[in-house]
């Protein structure tokens, strides 16, 4: 291993020192993809992502924001980051490394309690803490951030110690945990004699549910109160739980959910206690604001005013059966066929239950646990998800003492956990801690990622060398594989690897490709160059892409791969192509870049919703948001998804690394709408510490409530991220620091030793739409400033006062060309205007944007339902929205815009709190009208085939006849200079209308005389 890390080489002057190039970066446009490492004749790499790019980022620490929205929301994170007691996270690698723990020091919770994804959030606040540091220089996170590296590579130097132990390997004995008689079958007895004390269910078994039924029969050995037949939740301030017994008057059972804590719970309370010694039936159900609470078939409890439902818990940490969020006893019983549905089940349905396991139903759609297995912690999921679940196990093992196959291992969870994903073990997803996995190699990228920020932005050394231990020693394991086993065969091939990626979630690596390249990099061995390449999901997905072959949903009978289900889990993917990225700059060849690319246009604009997220549910979809939706479909997957912020922010990553290479402006065009609604709406804009006070899903459908918290999941560490970060893409340059790229609009200075220059951007932006640069420093200098896309209405420069003859088309870079004095200053307007965004795949389903932000609609007043709006009546020649349909209305105290139309107050997306909210609306036009004069003549549509869906939506034709409405095509013309050119517009789009069959000619020639009589009122 090269030794660059060691000595006063800092990884500043390594910056510095190997930045320098002599290329000159062309203009904007979409530019081929090139050899990485030769992609700048005469450059020199630099370290980092994009280091080989003929665009590069500048170091975190030269760009400082000043006061605005993106302050707002990272200063909340950073106060966070200082709250939080950073020992917490020590405690599961210290566990794992047989170190001690201080006394009364827990563990994060949520993910991060000791199971399967334990030690992700360690990397993630690594991360933060790095870039918060890199933000304002601030001593406190570069301390936190010393002692976390320093107490990490204790822990590493403890495991690695362990190899001249008895060698390790295998499987850990399983704890043998019998079943008894059930009442179908058998059934798992917790506590009392058992050595089982309660299940760890699978995410995927609560999360985003809306109405459900929870079903199960349970036969309690005690009268014990406050044990819980279920748990799910984040703490006990988010949770929903059914206790058999209350612990109040007559002991009766309650099912209670809240996200604030007990005195905020919705509760459906039971008549009386059940019994003990004979098996009942417990089930609750929930029917939109209707929950129902059974026992043995009959209702004894109701609530007709519940506005909480589990998807309202975020994505709940704990999953338990027989395990209280409060502390309270296990339950003592036995518990058999556990039901869960992503539907209300009738009186009947319930019934039916009590004469057969699944009764009339077909078993619990999302899960169902029979307890059937004859021995062990593995609980089988007879349903079609494959979401088996776990038995925790009491025990008295003390410190770890399994012994490492392989030095340089460090975890939160032990090494045979990653190991055990390949062969010969083939570990699947599920609950079981023994058994089962849990994205190993996303907490390995983690910890990684986490580890090379701190050497970037805080100069630690340290943390170089503990990562390159770690970077040692996955070669090793993805190389040589679990070599102590048993069993073991020999090496890993490329089918084992292929194998192992293509496994649901147990096969996610995040961006563990990413890295690699980076070390290998840093350090001069190639090897872990080939250490990315051995991530390539070479099976099912890295040749379709490279060929440009959108599979990322398929159809049972063209399912590729061996493992491959039939949607693909976003959050999975969209970081494996930002590793792809990083194997092609280190010179891992073109088919990555080309990858990457392709599979970017898969997601947009095809699977983008109006606020920069994918993913997500649609009629006859399998209920998990976290997948993505097939090709083409917004429209049909709005009302029941979410988008995970987490995706968001890998493809946010994915954008800008691809503009790097490619300097398409419509890479920032995303950028900036993912980062200006979906990134700053994650965070809520709350003082609060107890939690990130970040999302996860964030919905977009009708009357979506968006929830805050997420302690130790991967969106609650992602948005830790997200808010330290916001001015890493505001300027870029090029390799031979000719050029500096505004991308951004946003208050930052820029400090470039290199050139001599400071350059401070002044802006409110985006609450206002101007910006002023002031340049400090001498020389040429091409200044190359990004004209968004949405700027329809005109991008105005001046520079030193002097208005410049600029061909500032929307979606392009302008360029600047001058030797620049000390002192000198652009000023750039670019009006923000109302504009209308229709779903690709349904015209009449819209959204609002005012310049780059998303514009929701406020309430649920149809409870569901999708707002609807009729605005061509308000419209003038000029088609200009904000005239009259769209209207500005006060400011708020922050100084954010709102708006009014049809009544409703529109606000921007990035305003985060829990109100109610539609970030679509259906458009509802019926007749074509001129101002107030309606020519009777319904609105038809043009039939353009839509949707033309790649893979089947229940209840909906593909292709279908769905289209644009007459005045959708007529005002997409707008603006008309004249009256006349405007009735011109009419008559020819009216001929077009009669020639497809849409307009009798007696309609065409009402609309066109309208359309002529019609001057006044335009």
Known sequence: MAEAHQGQFTRRLFLRTSALGTATVAGAGLFGPHSAVAAVPGGSPQAGPGGTAPVRPFPLRDVRLGAGLLQEKRDRVKAFLRAYDERRFLVLFNDQAGRPNPPGVAVPGGWEDGGLLSGHWAGHYLTALAQAYADGGEQVYKSKSDWVVAELAACQSAITARLDSEPGGGDRPVPSVGRVAGRFGSALRLNGPSAAQYCTLPQEAVNQLTDFSIATWVNLASTGSWSRL?????????????????????????????????????RIDGASALPTGRWVHVAVTLAGSTGTLYVDGRPVGANNAMTLNPSHLGNPGNRWIGRSQYGDPYLDAAIDEFHVFDRALTGAEVRSLLDSPAGTTGGGSIAWYRFDETDGTRLEDASPNDRDAGVVV???????????????????????????LGPPRWAVYGGNAGTNTWAPWYTQHKIMRGLLDAYYHTDNAQALDVVTKMADWAHLALTVGDKNHPDYAGPLTRDDLDHMWDLYIGGEFGGANEVFPEIGHLTGDAKHLATAKCFDNRESLFGACVEDRDILVVTPRNRPGRRRPER?????????????????????????????????????????????????????????????????????????????????????????NLFLHEHDPAYLDYYERGLLNMITGSRADTDATHDPQVTYFQPVGPGAVRGYG?????CGGTGLENHTKYQETVFLRSADDSTLWVNLYAPATLTWPEKGFTVTQQTSFPRQDHTKLTVDGNGSLDLKLRVPAWAQRGFHVTVNGLPQELDARPGTHVTLSRDWNRGDVVEIRMPFSVRIERAIDRPDTQAVFWGPLLLQIMGDPDGGAFPELSLYRHLKRDGDYDRAAITAGPRTPAGDLTFTAGGFTLRP?????????????????????????????????????????????????????????????????????????????VTALANAFVTAGAFTTAE????VAKAASAEREL
């Open 230 to 266: 279920f748990d799910f939740g984040q703490s006990t301030t988010v949770t929903m739980f059914l206790t058999p017994r209350a612990g109040v008057a007559g002991n009766a059972p309650r099912f209670a959910i809240t996200t604030g804590g007990s005195g905020r719970e919705q």
């Open 394 to 420: 009491a025990s008295s093992d003390g410190p770890a003492d399994w012994v490492p196959t392989f030095p340089g291992y460090l975890g939160a969870i032990p090494e045979d956990a990653v190991l055990r």
């Open 568 to 656: 693909l889990h976003a959050n999975t993917h969209v970081p494996q192509f930002v590793g792809y990225l990083s194997v092609y700059e280190r010179g891992g060849g073109e088919e990555y870049f080309t990858a990457a690319k392709n599979f970017f246009g898969m997601l947009v604009p095809h699977r983008m919703f109006a606020h920069g997220g994918v993913g997500g549910n649609y009629p006859g979809s399998n209920n998990n948001l976290e997948l993505f939706q097939n090709r083409g479909n917004v429209a049909n997957a709005v009302a029941t998804s979410g988008a995970e912020t987490c995706t968001t922010y890998n493809l946010l990553k994915l954008a800008r």
């Open 710 to 714: 997420n302690t130790g999941t991967c």
């Open 909 to 985: 997306y990035y305003i985060s709190d829990t109100q109610a909210a539609s970030s679509y609306f259906r458009r509802v036009e019926p007749t074509v009208v001129f101002g107030s004069l309606d020519t009777g003549v319904p609105n038809r549509k043009r039939d353009d085939g839509l949707p033309r869906y790649d893979v089947p939506v229940d209840g909906v034709t593909s292709p279908g006849d769905d289209g644009p409405t007459f005045l959708d095509l007529l005002w997409d013309q707008a603006p008309f200079a004249t009256h006349g050119r405007f009735v011109a517009a």
């Open 1004 to 1007: 065409r020639n009402a609309v």
